[in-house]
């Protein structure tokens, strides 16, 4: 029995000693100061160099029902109130980010890296945004100029058949079938 006392104080007394390094964190010096907290790295760490992304990829992942309102108003603001497969793309602000934080429990949020760089104005054949968040610009499948100007061509001729001329010999025959062969 007296050693069960014993077991029992030094575990208070291991408890009692670890927060008393907890309490003395305030001592330290050299942390460096973050939004919220602050931070003390072991000597020598070096945090390594991060470029923050500009867009991010939310999925949410959890139901929409059962939440209080001004979640589900967050949800619905970004389109995340149908399926749950369906993805939205939101900016890296920190408004944005606020709201994240307040529905992080109900969504995945992916940061979009561009390995491949930006696409250029007005040029987005070719592009995929992978499940893993990696936007990706193929040039392999860019349209080939020549049949895109023979199609514009080809709707300005005067003589070919258009939708309306086909819609409309479609309708007679469909109305009077046996008047003429074809």
């Keep these: 029995m007296s050693s069960l006392v014993k077991h029992s104080i030094n575990n208070i007394n291991k408890w009692c000693s670890m927060t008393m390094v907890v309490r003395s964190l305030n001592s330290w010096t050299g942390g460096k100061k973050y939004l919220g907290f602050t931070y003390y ?10 470029t923050a992304t500009k867009l991010f990829m939310v999925q949410r992942v959890k139901s929409y029902l059962y939440n209080p309102y001004w979640q589900k108003k967050i949800l619905t603001d970004m389109g995340l109130d149908h399926k749950g ?11 944005m980010n606020a709201r994240l934080w307040k529905v992080k429990h109900l969504i995945k949020i992916t940061p979009i890296q561009t390995p491949d760089g930006l696409p250029e104005k007005d040029d987005y054949w070719g592009t995929h945004l992978d499940t893993e968040g990696v936007f990706r610009i193929s040039k392999k499948f860019l349209p080939d100029t020549n049949r895109l100007e023979a199609t514009k061509d080809f709707e300005k001729l005067a003589k070919r058949v258009d939708k309306d001329s086909v819609e409309k010999n479609c309708r007679n025959k469909w109305l009077n079938p046996w008047s003429t062969i074809v």
């Design 85 to 95: 497969s369906d993805i939205a793309i939101v900016k890296n602000t920190p408004e």
């Design 41 to 50: 790295p072991r000597e020598g760490e070096v945090d390594p160099p991060y």
